[in-house]
């Protein structure tokens, strides 16, 4: 069988990765695995379910070699640092809420070792993301179009950090699970071919905090105790003391440290002013929001046309504020139509959502096709 390609593909030595190495041998492609180094060892990079430890690098290694293929390891320690952990920090130092998956898939995964592939004569590189990769013919009869869409397993569906996917990238990009289920068909042809990783857990939280402690580790990482300050109610009074701001996230209602009749939750953060505020869960609501390093998977041209042409009215959307949220239905329209998405987009929805934070992603939707994304300005 001549080869449908080279493909360089990312391993991490979970189940995803090997079977996704696993179905593109079968299918034709000639494999060359890859794992990224992230970390530079330790309790934190090599606990269990930690990305990008030596111990992956071990596991896909094993894994590579039963199936016939080479594997490498590529150091990203460095860009990792500045562009994953030193925006996590910043960004939580800044009263925002961060979002360290989606920065390492759009620059070490479909960034640096996306780069890599091409210059190794790759063809693709291919990672174990449930989500789906498609042809369109566009309206103007021009070129066919890649599809970004969410995966069939709506329970694992991740098309929602992999909106950094370009129409550039799609054309490179391998997702061979988007199509199959976690449970019943990944796991299954893992322990067929007598994968290790076929149980083996899937990650939880961020892969370089151990147990997830956000103010711990960024206290041992910036070498100094986080500020205590108050904690104010949305009158502006005292109402209790924090040991440090960035230990809150919006709409956080457990662990505020403060005893009151009915339930608070947290509205907003003031890192100038150290002081956290709590409110009524109808203080988290809100109508619409402002996104912007906005970034288009659709083809970019078709979309800004799209949103301008729908005016002041707005472009009707699905949109998500989080992972798994369900689609909230929206309108997008520029904040300043004659810059377009490089001035920002504005989402007004339908029903009001609870707790949009400033940091976090936003994701919108044609049906099951990802149109684009970006970061939440307020």
């Not at 990783?197 to 370089?208: E, H, L, R, T, V």
């Not at 369900?326 to 300043?336: C, G, N, S, T």
């Not at 007004?348 to 994701?363: H, K, L, M, N, T």
Request: with cysteine.
């Amino acid at each position: 069988m001549p080869s449908k390609g080279r493909v360089l593909v990312a391993m991490s030595g979970g189940v995803d990765s090997s079977v996704t190495a696993f179905l593109l041998k079968q299918q034709g492609y000639e494999c060359v695995g890859a794992t990224m180094l992230l970390h530079d060892g330790g309790a934190c990079a090599d606990g269990p379910g930690a990305c990008g430890s030596s111990r992956d690098a071990d596991d896909a290694a094993s894994v590579a070699r039963s199936l016939g293929f080479p594997h490498r390891v590529i150091d990203l320690r460095e860009v990792f640092a500045r562009e994953v952990i030193d925006k996590f920090v910043r960004t939580y130092e800044d009263g925002r809420t961060p979002n360290p998956c989606i920065d390492c898939n759009r620059y070490l995964k479909f960034g640096s070792l996306l780069a890599y592939a091409l210059e190794q004569d790759c063809d693709y590189v291919a990672t174990g993301h449930y989500a789906r990769i498609g042809r369109k013919v566009v309206a103007d009869g021009s070129p066919d179009a890649w599809t970004l869409g969410k995966g069939v397993d709506s329970a694992k569906d991740q098309s929602y950090v992999l909106y950094s996917l370009t129409q550039k990238r799609l054309a490179h990009v391998l997702l061979p699970l988007g199509g199959l289920t976690k449970d019943r068909d990944v796991r299954r042809i893992a322990a067929e071919q007598g994968f290790s990783s076929a149980n083996k857990p899937d990650s939880q939280g961020i892969c370089f905090v151990p147990n997830n402690d956000f103010a711990t580790y960024i206290e041992r990482r910036e070498g100094r105790a986080l500020p205590a300050g108050d904690i104010l109610n949305t009158g502006g009074e005292v109402i209790g003391r924090h040991t440090g701001a960035l230990r809150y996230t919006i709409g956080q209602r457990k662990g505020l440290g403060v005893a009151a009749a009915h339930p608070l939750y947290v509205c907003s953060i003031d890192v100038r002013e150290n002081t956290v505020t709590l409110g009524d869960v109808d203080d988290l609501m809100a109508s619409a929001l402002v996104a912007d390093d906005w970034i288009w998977s659709a083809p970019a041209a078709e979309m800004e046309g799209a949103v301008r042409a729908a005016g002041p009215d707005g472009l009707p959307v699905a949109a998500k504020i989080r992972y798994h949220q369900p689609d909230q239905m929206a309108r997008a329209r520029f904040v300043d139509p004659s810059r377009g998405s490089v001035g920002g987009v504005r989402l007004d929805f339908e029903e009001p959502q609870r707790g949009i934070a400033p940091g976090q992603a936003v994701v919108i939707y044609s049906g099951d096709i990802v149109l684009g994304g970006g970061t939440v300005r307020r």
